[in-house]
């Protein structure tokens, strides 16, 4: 009986640190899978961005967007984190953090930028970009698969001063890999 009981509580143990390591993902806001590819962007300037209803962001009211991690294929030129508060009509409203990662930068790869002035989760929408200056057409922000999730794949572009869908501009459905990290 005492085997079968270490056995027991052994298993308890390994099902209670696996669960605790899927709740590390209900502390992460996003809309991607896996990175698979970046699109390829002409030369100009582009924001990729994940848009967060209060829908999305209500459960984690009370807490604080304290990073954001974001896949990044070829280094562009210039390149910076933008996190705006809530917008009308399919715009982000005013920036509320802006930062450099352009020397940070770790090609091929996810990377994750720890935010100096952490930002309260009110519940209200919030959107999460990465600003790209390309001096020539290459891929820099990375994308997972699809199918594209209704505020995934958001992208500005200079050339024609518009927010819109990355499925509007190309018609391909993907999200961008970009998440936001809260805690308390």
């Known amino acids: 009986m005492k085997k079968y009981t270490f056995l027991f509580c052994c298993l308890a143990l390994m099902m209670s640190a696996c669960k605790d390591d899927d709740n590390d993902d209900l502390n992460i806001l996003r809309h991607d899978g896996?990175?698979?590819?970046?699109?390829?962007?002409?030369?100009?300037?582009?924001?990729?961005?994940?848009?967060?209803?209060?829908?999305?962001?209500?459960?984690?009211?009370?807490?604080?967007?304290?990073?954001?991690?974001?896949?990044?294929g070829l280094a562009p030129t210039d390149a910076s984190i933008v996190i705006y508060g809530p917008g009308v009509n399919n715009q982000p409203g005013d920036i509320l953090y802006q930062a450099s990662i352009t020397n940070s930068i770790n090609e091929g790869n996810l990377n994750t930028h720890r935010i100096t002035t952490p930002i309260d989760i009110t519940?209200?929408?919030?959107?999460?970009?990465?600003?790209?200056?390309?001096?020539?057409?290459?891929?820099?922000?990375?994308?997972?698969?699809?199918?594209?999730?209704?505020?995934?794949?958001?992208?500005?572009?200079?050339?024609d001063n518009q927010w819109r869908t990355y499925r509007e501009r190309t018609g391909e459905s993907v999200n961008w890999n970009i998440r936001g990290i809260v805690e308390e």
């Open 34 to 72: 896996d990175n698979v590819t970046g699109p390829l962007l002409q030369a100009a300037t582009w924001q990729a961005a994940a848009r967060f209803t209060p829908a999305e962001t209500a459960e984690f009211s009370g807490l604080r967007l304290t990073q954001v991690e974001y896949f990044m």
């Open 123 to 159: 519940g209200q929408e919030i959107w999460i970009a990465v600003n790209l200056v390309h001096q020539s057409e290459q891929q820099s922000i990375g994308c997972d698969a699809g199918p594209a999730a209704p505020d995934g794949d958001w992208l500005f572009n200079s050339l």
